[in-house]
C-alpha cells in the first residue's frame, strides 16, 4: 500500500519570504500523480498544484513550485513572495494512475504567515 | 449550484442514532468521493462512485458505514448504530473524469459529525 509522509507537522515564514514544505512517500508504482492541497479553516481542499510522475519536469503554478525527485520519492513545495492568503493546512497526496481513484493524503502541516 | 455542496455542515448526535450525511456535486461530474478526516490527521478515503455504482468502497470501515448514489447525482454517506470514534468531518468531492485521468478533485466544506 502507499503511504505519503509530512515529517513537519507546523511551519512559519514571514510575509514575502520562500517556504518549502516536505513530503515523502512509499510506493512500488512507477507511475502515479503526486497533488499538493490547501485547507483552510473553512475546511474545503483547494488543490494547489499538481505532478505526473512521468513527466520529469517539475510543476509550476504562479507562485507555487514543486521539486520531485521520483527515485528519492520526494516531493516538496516551494511558496514564493509568501502572503497572508496562504497561511492554511497542507496537505500531500498521491494517487495511482490507474486502477483505484483514491487520494492517499498526508497528515498535513500547518503554515503560518507572518505580516 | 457552482460548487459541491454538503449537508448538514454540522451534526450533533448521541451514541447510537443513525446518521446521514448528503453530497451534492458539480452539476455532470460523474465521479464522486467520500472521505473521512479526523481531528489532527489528513483525510481518508471512504469510497467512490463511477456514475451510480461504488466503483471502490475499499475504504469504509464496518458494516455500519453505506452510501449510495442512486441516480448518479446526490450521494448520501448513511452510518448507523454511531459510536463516539465516528466523529470526524466527513469531506465529499467530486470530478469530471473518472477513470484513468488526473481530472482534478473538487472538495465540499465537509459535513462535521460529533457523536456524544
Aim: glycine letters at 10%; a neutral charge.
Amino acid at each position: 500500500a502507499q503511504t505519503v509522509t509530512q515529517s513537519q507537522p507546523e511551519m512559519s515564514v514571514q510575509e514575502a519570504e520562500t517556504v518549502t514544505l516536505s513530503c515523502t512517500y512509499d510506493t512500488s508504482e512507477s507511475d502515479y500523480y503526486l497533488f499538493w492541497y490547501k485547507q483552510p479553516p473553512s475546511r474545503q481542499m483547494i488543490l494547489v498544484i499538481r505532478q505526473e510522475a512521468y513527466k520529469q519536469q517539475n510543476a509550476t503554478e504562479n507562485r507555487f513550485s514543486v521539486n520531485f525527485q521520483k527515485a528519492a520519492k520526494s516531493f516538496s513545495l516551494k511558496i514564493s513572495d509568501s502572503q497572508l492568503g496562504d497561511a492554511a493546512m497542507y496537505f500531500c497526496a498521491y494517487r495511482s494512475r490507474g486502477g483505484s481513484e483514491k487520494l492517499v493524503f498526508g497528515k498535513g502541516m500547518k503554515l503560518t504567515v507572518n505580516p | 449550484g457552482a460548487g459541491v455542496s454538503q449537508t448538514p455542515s454540522n451534526k450533533v448526535t448521541e451514541k447510537g442514532k443513525y446518521v446521514e450525511l448528503r453530497c451534492d456535486p458539480i452539476s455532470g461530474h460523474t465521479a464522486l468521493y467520500w472521505y473521512r478526516q479526523s481531528l489532527g490527521q489528513g483525510p481518508e478515503f471512504l469510497i467512490y462512485f463511477q456514475g451510480t455504482g461504488a466503483a471502490d468502497d475499499s475504504g469504509l470501515p464496518n458494516d455500519r458505514f453505506f452510501a449510495v448514489r442512486p441516480e448518479g447525482s446526490v450521494s448520501t454517506l448513511k452510518i448507523q448504530r454511531t459510536e463516539r470514534g465516528d466523529s470526524a468531518v466527513y469531506l465529499c468531492a467530486s470530478s469530471l473524469i473518472g477513470t484513468g485521468g488526473s481530472g482534478e478533485l473538487f472538495f465540499g466544506e465537509g459535513s462535521r459529525l460529533t457523536v456524544l
